[in-house]
């Protein structure tokens, strides 16, 4: 996005900022809308905080070619499958060339490459109806805006000819009970990481997104319009709770915070997985995805993938290895990693 010509930049905001246009293509979506109750499509869904290892696990299972996904050439058009497909397939096909993405950890992308980029479709359904202006909080989806949401993947399940999609998008875990009660022969993956080397990183690329936005304007200005508030300049917390408000106390340039935001989410998404009994919805440790081979091949086999198809390797990334020691809440500390093992052997266990 740092090389994106003016042109371009002018057809990101016409796109998918409010405005006449993209109010026409979400309209035109909702009149889609299928008349069902659940949807029948297989796709795979990937979760969980940003850093947890979600666009690795969207990498390796995008490497099969059996599924299609949402992809950087599609854009800004992601809202018009029609518009997506014409200026993917004769205006933007030409270069394939892949560059490390900014959050300079190692993983190559490039116009194929698959992204969570459908945010744009929730921010103009339901957020409006939201008071999300600096928070995330959990909701649920109306029947009527899932059935247009199965119209949206079920079109670019049809422009690349594929049977179901792949979609990651770091913010589903806030709607997933509405979601995987729809999508019931869909798979849901909520990933995780070891805490206190997930809190690292977020903090790392959160420092680094900042320099960055400071830098090019436009950079911030594109993360909004997708719906990126991950971290940057215009991160938003996700916050479970009111008792969760306390996380404004921490600066959000601190470890503390980032272990205070994987204890609050994570601590959501095991009671929800612990209370409600959803066969379609699986806990993945990514660690073990990085370190143990028969975890791994479970993990594809549960979701009728062969392993031996996926072309990705997995590694554990330098804030696993560094322990260096950083001024944080001992108890927090504590459940953090009490939270984590219970994921861990609930993962194990499925």
Request: aromatic share 14%.
């Amino acid at each position: 996005m740092k090389n994106y010509s003016f042109f371009s930049k002018l057809l990101h905001k016409q796109f998918l900022s409010k405005g006449e246009l993209t109010n026409l293509f979400i309209n035109k979506i909702l009149s889609k809308a299928y008349n069902l109750q659940s949807d029948e499509s297989s796709n795979i869904f990937i979760t969980g905080l940003a850093r947890a290892g979600t666009t690795a696990l969207l990498e390796s299972l995008d490497s099969t070619n059996k599924f299609a996904s949402f992809r950087y050439k599609y854009m800004p058009f992601i809202l018009s499958p029609k518009l997506s497909y014409f200026y993917s397939r004769y205006l933007n096909n030409a270069d394939t060339k892949k560059v490390e993405r900014m959050h300079a950890d190692g993983l190559e992308i490039g116009p194929n490459s698959p992204e969570c980029l459908d945010e744009p479709f929730w921010i103009h359904t339901i957020y409006k109806n939201h008071g999300f202006d600096n928070r995330l909080q959990p909701h649920s989806i109306k029947t009527n805006i899932l059935n247009s949401y199965a119209y949206l993947l079920n079109s670019f399940s049809s422009i690349e000819k594929k049977s179901g999609m792949i979609v990651k998008n770091n913010n589903s875990h806030l709607r997933i009970l509405s979601l995987a009660g729809f999508f019931k022969n869909s798979k849901f993956l909520i990933v995780f990481r070891s805490p206190i080397a997930h809190a690292k990183s977020l903090l790392s690329l959160h420092k680094r997104l900042i320099k960055i936005q400071k830098d090019d304007g436009y950079v911030l200005e594109y993360m909004n319009l997708l719906g990126h508030w991950e971290f940057g300049k215009g991160v938003k917390p996700f916050i479970y709770n009111e008792k969760q408000d306390d996380i404004y106390s921490y600066k959000n340039t601190s470890i503390n915070y980032w272990l205070k935001q994987w204890i609050y989410t994570y601590e959501w998404i095991l009671e929800i997985h612990t209370k409600n009994n959803l066969g379609n919805l699986r806990l993945v440790c990514y660690e073990d995805l990085c370190n143990d081979d028969n975890y791994k091949s479970n993990l594809f086999e549960s979701i009728l993938i062969n392993p031996n198809e996926i072309s990705f390797n997995y590694r554990i990334g330098k804030s696993n290895k560094d322990n260096s020691s950083y001024d944080i809440d001992k108890k927090d500390i504590d459940y953090a990693n009490y939270i984590y093992n219970i994921l861990r052997e609930n993962s194990l266990n499925q």
